[in-house]
């Protein structure tokens, strides 16, 4: 065993780029849920996200087109749920489901001429004097641009739903629906804005694997990462702070879990795996044993419809 | 949640497979690990699945079902296929091994050909490419192209198909280059391009310089490209992907196989068989050997390909021992299919442990 083969840099580096799609598709769904309202088509407008930032990428040779195009597209998929939950009020689950199975079936035939082809690649930041740093110089200041918006978004998220005004009315619609319209406030529209928001965000998440981490477009490439990013919500306990912190500790543990395997470490990589999952599951323990806190944190109206007639 | 996409998709092929009854056409299922998408091993399967339609043209109807998870869920889809009345179904990954078995006990009529697993029953045939006759050859090249003597094998499930592979690759390579060393890394996935990609890198990362993978999906190839160094395609040629990178790729061609066993059904003259073909019959073939290699090395390539094909060569030939040292084959002694088609074990000199 030779640990000394791991260069913990190239480890901190990869870890970053395995959490930001899920951390970016995380914070879409956090103020979803912080709305009141539970969408399960991460994956669906994750994959969307994927192929639509690849093609527009691909058509223009610019990929943050690209990238815009993913925010687009995850955020109409979005207003689909959105239109059929909100104002249809189909079921919340059923409809998330439905709208990743839509997702992942539309994603793989707008992908068929897409297969095959290099995207244009997405430069790196490099500015020398800050890049050249000694070991933090490469953990800190040689990203693309995306992996700094994310973790720009876990700011002014933090600073939206706690200091803003429209960010409190926000919660104040995911907790009490009744209450916020009895106020005054246009429960629908605020709801039908975060939805949208979500899509944008796991759009970009999606594009994030096309573009930078995979650089390719195949079918089904979000491989369930809109799911994750489903628990680590929860997992966070609705605190962008706390979704940062589980995203890399959840891409940590894939990233590291895969090079302590080539230095020979004896654990089976399967326990290595079950971790993330067995970490959101000891948390959601945690939470539900724990009455107060856990409705400190979820929003009250989670999941439920709302109808301005009763 | 992909429990309920396989159900929708075999309530589909349900649909499909019964529309058109009136010409009463011989009716083929294929039941595919990861999406016809994947550029690797489904989308080599649905090649041979296509090819069967072209073949037969009005006289066979096929239909299919993609990614569908081994386990508990793959029995569910196979019944729900075998229920809508079609005449033979291949079920083209190892871990429908057990689900296949059960579902033909229930359907005595329905012909079964199940891809490199080792079960068999009166309706069930098997059929597997010698995967490891190309991972022979691209272990020559291997051992003759690596600089930091270490090649990063990106492995998927620890079944005896993939640790074959290994053993094969590593074998051969050492063969011409006896510093060279294998870093094995256990994805436990068949697809998922994130996953592949960050093991690419990883292996990268800690001196590899050759990376082959045991994995459906291109990525490991385009990251390959994409940090400088070689790569060996898997099941499908890949270079669009890693147009430097790739060195040759393993292919696999199920054309030939398939007609003949839709053939076979169609005459009544199938019986249960375990098919494994390799280099000679065509079923393993390689994409066209990277300009960049050096014309030696690509003349003992061919010498390697043409002498397994010609059956000349063997790539498990003694003396060759455990990873525990214990002996395995003598001097010259040649290794028995049945010990092939079961490995468990790392032959010696590949380090770390194979997953429980």
Redesign the interface.
């Known amino acids: 065993m030779d640990f000394s083969?791991?260069?913990p840099i190239?480890?901190i580096v990869?870890l970053m780029i395995?959490a930001t799609?899920i951390l970016l598709a995380g914070l879409g769904e956090l103020v979803v849920e912080k709305s009141g309202v539970l969408n399960l088509g991460v994956?669906g407008m994750m994959i969307i996200g994927a192929i639509a930032g690849f093609a527009m990428a691909v058509e223009t040779e610019n990929p943050y087109l690209g990238m815009l195009a993913a925010m687009g597209a995850g955020a109409v998929l979005a207003l689909l749920f959105g239109i059929l939950t909100q104002f249809l009020l189909s079921n919340q689950v059923a409809t998330g489901?439905a709208l990743?199975?839509f997702g992942?079936g539309l994603a793989?035939l707008l992908?068929?001429s897409y297969?095959?082809?290099?995207p244009p690649s997405v430069d790196k930041l490099n500015i020398s004097f800050l890049t050249d740093i000694p070991v933090l110089g490469r953990i800190l200041f040689n990203h693309d641009a995306v992996v700094y918006f994310s973790i720009f978004m876990v700011f002014v998220l933090w600073w939206f739903l706690n200091r803003s005004r429209a960010g409190l009315v926000l919660r104040a619609v995911g907790e009490s629906h009744d209450a916020a319209h009895s106020l005054g406030y246009n429960v629908l529209l605020i709801r039908m804005l975060a939805i949208m928001f979500g899509g944008a965000m796991a759009g970009l998440g999606g594009a994030y694997?096309s573009l930078i981490?995979?650089?390719?477009w195949?079918?089904?490439?979000?491989?369930?990462?809109g799911?994750i990013a489903l628990a680590l919500v929860v997992f966070s306990s609705w605190k962008p702070g706390r979704l940062l912190i589980g995203a890399y500790l959840f891409g940590g543990i894939?990233?590291l879990e895969?090079?302590l395997?080539?230095?020979?470490v004896?654990i089976?990589?399967?326990y290595l795996?079950m971790t993330p999952y067995l970490v959101t599951i000891i948390v959601l323990v945690i939470m539900s044993s724990d009455r107060r806190r856990a409705s400190l944190n979820a929003p009250a109206s989670l999941g439920r419809s709302f109808h301005a007639s009763h | 949640m992909r429990l309920i996409k396989t159900m929708a998709a075999g309530a589909l092929a349900l649909g499909l497979a019964t529309a058109a009854q009136a010409q009463d056409p011989y009716k083929v299922g294929f039941i595919y690990v990861g999406p016809i998408g994947d550029l690797g091993w489904s989308y080599q399967h649905d090649l041979g699945r296509q090819a069967v339609q072209e073949h037969f043209g009005d006289a066979v109807e096929t239909s299919y079902v993609e990614s569908v998870p081994e386990g508990a869920d793959a029995e569910r889809v196979i019944t729900q296929m075998a229920r809508s009345g079609v005449d033979m179904i291949f079920t083209t990954s190892f871990g429908y091994m057990d689900a296949t078995i059960n579902v033909a006990e229930e359907f005595p009529n329905v012909r079964f050909e199940h891809a490199t697993g080792y079960r068999v029953a009166d309706n069930v045939s098997t059929y597997s490419a010698r995967f490891y006759e190309g991972r022979h050859v691209i272990g020559l090249i291997a051992g003759r192209m690596t600089e930091t003597n270490t090649v990063g094998y990106i492995a998927s499930f620890p079944i005896p198909e993939v640790i074959r592979g290994i053993n094969a690759a590593y074998l051969a390579a050492k063969s011409v280059n006896p510093e060279v060393e294998f870093k094995v890394v256990w994805v436990f996935t068949w697809f998922d391009p994130g996953k592949e990609a960050e093991a690419a890198n990883a292996l990268i990362d800690q001196g590899a310089d050759v990376i082959m993978q045991h994995t459906d999906s291109p990525a490991a190839m385009t990251i390959a490209e994409e940090r400088g160094v070689m790569a060996f395609g898997q099941a499908s040629n890949m270079a669009n992907f890693g147009p430097t990178a790739q060195l040759t790729s393993i292919m696999d061609d199920w054309d030939p196989y398939y007609i003949a066993r839709v053939q076979a059904g169609i005459d009544g003259s199938w019986v249960s068989t375990e098919t494994w073909d390799g280099i000679g019959p065509g079923m393993v073939a390689f994409a066209p050997f990277n300009e960049s290699l050096p014309a030696e090395v690509v003349a003992e390539a061919e010498a390697a390909r043409d002498a397994i094909a010609a059956g000349t060569m063997h790539p498990f030939t003694g003396p060759i021992n455990r990873q525990d040292g214990s002996p395995w084959l003598a001097a010259g002694e040649v290794a028995d299919d049945g010990t092939l088609a079961t490995m468990d074990f790392y032959v010696e000199g590949v380090t770390g442990d194979i997953p429980q």
């Open positions: 083969s791991i260069d190239s480890l990869s395995a799609p994956e489901l990743t199975l992942l793989a992908g068929h297969t095959g082809i290099k694997f981490r995979v650089p390719q195949t079918e089904g490439m979000t491989a369930g990462a799911w894939s990233v895969i090079n395997q080539i230095v020979g004896g089976s990589p399967a795996k």
